[in-house]
């Protein structure tokens, strides 16, 4: 059965660097990092309790409800289940999982989670230069 919803956000390396570049305009370089983290973190934190998909560097995907991400971008997710079943048939019981953040390649987010006006704003700031 096909959904009708838009397809789900997804949030990548390109989108971390672009946001890094864009802090390093404004804050020293030795903050930039810093607040590139703390930016994800607390984007992150407020989609506790929403579905996700994270993508590993191993190609494993899973789905879950977002119990808790820390300050490293840990991820914990509840309710997990794989994409790809066939693939990972030894993943089928597991239900919740940890997920360290230095192995995440994408995370994908619910379609209502991300502010598409806000990103426009920036993108077009962004190309004016400020």
Known sequence: ?????P???TVSSFHFRRIYKQTQKTHPPF???AIEIMLFFSYFKDLVGREVTVELKN????RGTLHSVDQYLNIKLE?????????????????NCFIR???VRYVQL???GVDIELLHDATRREARGG
């Not at 059965?1 to 919803?5: A, E, G, I």
């Not at 190609?59 to 899973?62: G, P, R, S, T, V």
């Open 79 to 95: 309710n997990t289940r794989v994409v790809d079943q066939d693939k990972y048939p030894h993943m089928l019981s597991v239900r």
């Open 110 to 112: 619910p379609p209502d």
């Open 101 to 103: 953040g230095s192995v």
């Open 59 to 62: 190609d494993l995907a899973i």
């Open 1 to 5: 059965m096909k959904s009708n919803s």
């Open 31 to 33: 903050l930039g990092r």
């Open 7 to 9: 397809p789900p956000r």
